[in-house]
């Protein structure tokens, strides 16, 4: 069997409730941070961790998606005859080569659960990340890449996490160390969305997993859980009663794409960091305070 992980499932069905309107005609994760869309730079996380297969879980209203991820025959032929190879390149970029990519229908808004496990007969019996798109992670190396990383060492369950703000874990999926020495520690406990003041730890689950495929037949008879939808983080803690989990303390910044202030703060980081462009977009960022 190959443990090497090659596949990456990417949840993009919700609504964008938190980034309405701008995500009533765009699918969420199609939205700009600067000059690209999200989507664009969790593609290119994902091959920077040697993931060759992208499996997207849309919902209805998100063909975008496909189309962006498709050649473009009149835009480039466009910018071909008129010699903009620049612009070519970079609209080429984000392309995979023809069979790199599946796009599966969730059908059901019923939770991030529900999402990774119509996943399964894709993935089939082999290890697979989980990139939750909303949450840009600007690392070096990639923060999928240290998680891969930290499953070449362990083996198992690989869960990425960081401390979350003062007063806003119960927000999140919360994970329970064994002890805390150095960045990445076994597991011993998770919970989804604690109560205020019950949460085991302040680190969350901050949006990218290695997990193994035994997680397919837990999360088929997952129940509900956190908010009446099926918890990814239900199904996991199932799992850790068979198989390893560790908390990978990654290195890097997470920008919450799902929440207008994070994008806004996403926009800005993105700009500052841009190869060509970074100069300029400080000066028009000062220009403003
Ligand atoms: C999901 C996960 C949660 C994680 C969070 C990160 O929750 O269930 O464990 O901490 O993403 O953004 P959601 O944001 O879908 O409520």
Redesign the pocket.
Known sequence: MDRRVRKAVL?VA?LGTRVLPGAKTTPKNMLNVFDRPILSYVIEEGRAAGIEHFVFIVGRGQGAIEDYFDASPEIESALEAKGKADILAEVRRDLPKPGQMSFVRQMAPL???HAVWCARDIIGDEPFAVM?P??LMAAEPAALAQAVSAHDQVGGNIIVVEPAPEGEAH????VDLERQEGRLNRMRG?V??PAPGTEPSNL????RYVLQPDIFPLLEKQGKG??G?I???DAMAELMKAQPFHALEYEGVTY?C?DKIGLLRANVAFALRHPSLGADARAAISGLL
């Open positions: 949840p919700g939770g991030l659960g939750l909303d949450m927000k999140y999926g919360i998770m989804e969305k969350f689950i901050s949006g956190a908010g939808e918890q990814l983080t919450d799902g």
